[in-house]
Every structure is written in C-alpha cells, then in structure tokens.
C-alpha cells in the first residue's frame, strides 16, 4: 500500500498541528533556556558554567553514565544473547524481570535501594565493616543509574537477534568454531547498530535520570550532586541564570547524543540496503 501524496486538508491540518506541538513543547522551552542563560551576557554564563560546583556536577554526571553504559553493554548483551539463542524454563520471567525498571518509578527504585543497603537493611553491617558507603555516596548513585537505564541496550537487541535466528551459529559451531569466535565473526556483525543505538539511548536517559539519584544522593554539593540535582539546587535558590547556564549543557548533551542517533539510523539503514 503506498502512501498518499495528496491527502486534501487533513494532510495540513495534521503538518500543523505537529508544528505547533514542537514548537510549544519543544523550540520554545529551549528558545527559553538560551535566552535566561545568557540574561547576564556571555561572562555570567562562561562563569556559570566554569563554576567548581557545576564542573563536579558535569563530572559525576559522566562518571555515572560511563558506569550504567558499561554494565549495562555487558549485561545486555549477555541478557539478549540468552533470551533469543537458548531455550530454557523461565525465559518469560527473566524478560519481565528485565522490563521492570520501566514500569517502577524512579523514586520508588531510589527508595528500594535505600531499603537494601541503608541503615536498616542487615547488609549495611557487613558493607560498614568494609568500608563500603552506598546511600549517600557515589556508588549509589552508580547504582540508580544502572537501574533506571537496565533494559534499553537489552530491549533493542533482542528484535534483531530474534529476527536474526540460529542458522549462521549452528553452522559455525559444527565447523569447530568456539562459542566466543561465534558471537564476535557472525553474532556481533549482525548487532552492531543496535548495540551501539541501544548505547546511544542509555547514555541520553543516564545523563537526564534525577528521581531515583535524588532519593540516594543526600544532595551533598561537590559530593553528590549530579546535573539535575545542581539545577534544582540553583533554581530553588532563586540562581535562574546558573540553573539555565547548568541547563543548558544538558542540552548540548543531549543535541550530540541525537545527532549520534540520527547518524547511527542512517548507516544501519544504507547497511541493510545493500544487504538486501
């Protein structure tokens, strides 16, 4: 069935109501951040940004989005790998399981983590006498942004290995290949953009997660403050200029993560064009 070109008013009607929704929604908020970022000129926002805080903040940020990308690539992918190429009893509830951090709130996962290695929990005896600080520290925060972000690398690859099927492993093992030669020479190449798309949206909902590294945070600044939690710090300051100048590296984030996306779609596309 071909699309329709000329679809009379219904085709405009719907162009502008996407227009206005971007607009409103999107371009403005945006229009908005730039302009109360740079109220106090160019030197207002240069020392906003440059300040001690804001580039600890910028540092745990990425710092705890490099951990939730890493275990989370790994985790992924052996998650992916064992759901769509072995057959065993409980794969429907390990898929759940997986799913789970997008069906609980933040803030409920930030206090599930409280509750385990608090004060009360009976792990924190054993985790005090290692020394080891969860709530309050930057591990925790680690931790809450491995949970929120769990099932996005997962959840891109299991479509394209489910699609993808057994027949070019099954092969490669009766020819002698081991089980690590099989994933890298037929498995990998076959994953390879939805891995790293998966990557890419990891990294975007890490960089942006504020509910659940709130709950654990303590909000210590030049502790435990990440980005999000420096902006609603210098906003509930009455600091518009240094929240939005704060604000606004989130969104130079965010644009070069999307970019990354858009970039990344593209090559996966030409790639499966000319596999076809």
């Not at 076959?190 to 945070?217: D, N, P, Q």
């Not at 090559?267 to 596999?275: Q, Y």
Request: net charge positive; hydrophobic share 55%.
């Amino acid at each position: 069935m071909e699309l329709r070109k000329n679809s009379g008013p219904l085709k405009w009607v719907l162009i502008i109501l996407v227009v206005i929704f971007l607009a409103v929604f999107l371009l403005l908020p945006l229009f908005y951040i730039v302009i109360t970022a740079l109220r106090d000129g160019i030197g207002g926002y240069i020392a906003s940004i440059t300040d001690p805080y804001a580039i600890k903040a910028a540092l745990l940020t990425i710092r705890a989005t490099i951990w939730a990308v890493v275990v989370n690539t790994i985790f992924g992918i052996a998650a992916a790998w064992c759901l769509t190429k072995f057959a065993f009893k409980g794969k429907k509830v390990i898929s759940t399981f997986i799913d789970l951090p997008v069906t609980v709130s933040p803030i409920i996962a930030g206090l599930i983590y409280v509750l385990t290695f608090g004060r009360q929990s009976f792990l924190y005896p054993i985790l005090d006498g290692w020394g080891i600080q969860i709530i309050f520290a930057v591990p925790g925060i680690v931790l809450a942004t491995i949970f929120v972000t769990f099932p996005f690398i997962s959840r891109e690859l299991i479509p394209v290995l489910t699609a993808q099927g057994t027949d070019e492993e099954e092969a490669a093992a009766l020819m002698g290949a081991g089980t690590f030669t099989i994933f890298r020479k037929v498995t990998l190449p076959h994953i390879k953009w939805a891995l790293l798309y998966g990557i890419v949206l990891c990294t975007a909902r890490a960089m942006g997660e504020f509910g659940a590294v709130s709950v654990l945070s303590g909000h210590l600044r030049g502790k435990t403050n990440t980005l999000p939690l420096y902006i609603e710090l210098l906003y509930q300051g009455y600091d518009f200029t240094g929240a939005f100048a704060a604000s606004s590296i989130l969104v130079i984030l965010a644009i070069i993560v999307l970019a990354l996306r858009v970039w990344l779609e593209r090559r996966g596309n030409k790639e499966a064009e000319i596999h076809y």
